[in-house]
């Protein structure tokens, strides 16, 4: 019996090697809730292959019982298009994270993005270099003092889902590490987007940067910190009794006070659509930040177009059939050639 006929879980997902993260590290939940979905996405594990670049995130093709790559820093988006390019058919994920995707793979991250081939990237975002032990990273706050910034940063941050948004992700979407629920179903969206699915994680660094995204990840503060995108919903967020909606006036958002009875629609609270083709929706929430507003949880931007891969094959498709098969040897033979003698 074939592993596509036989039931397949987690366990079969999980490799035998030793997990080295720090105790308490936001990565120990999201691998675990990888695991877990990988079964449920019927892909043969010999068709799954997990890619990364350097950094604490990147150790996960070791902690993963499929293919894998563990590739060079900043370039596994690179790694990833010419896997999936000459062989479509493989559900390839890449992993990376906030230091790795945005600053040396920047470049290779945007054109990724932008060619929108059919994979899945999840960026961890903890705002700090975790592996090199505690350098400020091109998402850490302003004025953050590290070890590399002891003055405090006086970079400007790059907001991840803005990146996206800008190089014309057509799946673009944010969830917390330690939100089980909310990130495997945010996964199962990105696997099944036929497109660039680009998944931000906010994850934690115990070690380093510890409760970055407290507010988000703490029940007791989640409601209020937090605003999860729904398509069709309203932008509601808060407790029942002090909730808050958001108003998006000329593209600039506000919040707006609720009581329980609110007309919602006369009130001008925004509705979330995910689907408008342009992203300018999308980037206003992506402008969104604690405190003066919640945080969005959800799926900010998704859109059909055709995938690269598809379109790499229709031109091959098309080639051969005007000019044949070709042939290799012929090729190499052909125009002006020469021989290297003793």
Not at 18 to 28: A, E, L, S, T
Not at 211 to 218: A, F, K, L, R, S
Not at 255 to 276: F, K, Q
Request: charged share 25%.
């Amino acid at each position: 019996m074939s592993e596509t006929q036989a039931t397949v879980t987690r366990k079969d997902f999980t490799s035998d090697q030793d997990v080295r993260w720090c105790p308490g590290c936001g990565d120990y939940s999201i691998l675990a809730n990888v695991q877990k979905l990988m079964p449920e996405l019927g892909v043969p594990r010999e068709n799954v292959v997990f890619v990364s670049g350097i950094g604490c995130s990147s150790r996960f093709p070791y902690y993963m019982n499929t293919y894998g790559f563990h590739t060079i820093h900043g370039r596994a988006p690179s790694f990833a298009t010419g896997i999936k390019a000459s062989r479509p058919e493989l559900s390839v994920w890449v992993v990376t994270g906030d230091g790795d995707g945005l600053s040396i793979g920047g470049n290779h991250l945007l054109h990724t993005l932008r060619r929108n081939l059919d994979l899945q990237i999840l960026l961890f975002n903890n705002r700090v270099y975790g592996l090199t032990k505690g350098q400020y990273s091109p998402t850490s706050r302003l004025g953050m003092k590290t070890k590399s910034t002891p003055q405090g940063s006086i970079d400007y941050p790059v907001d991840p889902v803005s990146f996206a948004l800008g190089a014309g992700a057509s799946f673009v979407a944010r969830t917390v590490d330690v939100d089980a629920k909310h990130l495997q179903e945010t996964l199962h969206r990105a696997h099944a987007h036929k497109g660039t699915a680009f998944v931000e994680i906010l994850q934690n660094c115990p070690v380093y940067n510890d409760d970055e995204w407290g507010d988000v990840e703490d029940k007791a503060t989640r409601l209020e910190a937090g605003l999860v995108l729904e398509q069709g919903q309203p932008l509601v967020f808060g407790a029942k009794g002090a909730r808050k909606g958001i108003r998006i006036e000329r593209g600039i958002p506000s919040v707006v006070p609720l009581r329980d009875d609110t007309d919602l629609e006369a009130a001008g609270i925004a509705v979330h659509d995910e689907s408008y083709e342009t992203p300018a929706y999308a980037f206003a929430l992506a402008s969104l930040e604690r405190p003066e507003f919640p945080i969005p949880i959800g799926v900010f931007r998704a859109v059909e177009k055709p995938s690269y891969e598809r379109l790499l094959e229709g031109q091959i498709d098309e080639a051969i059939a005007k000019r044949g098969s070709g042939d290799l040897q012929a090729l190499l033979r052909s125009g002006d050639i020469w021989t290297v003698g003793a």
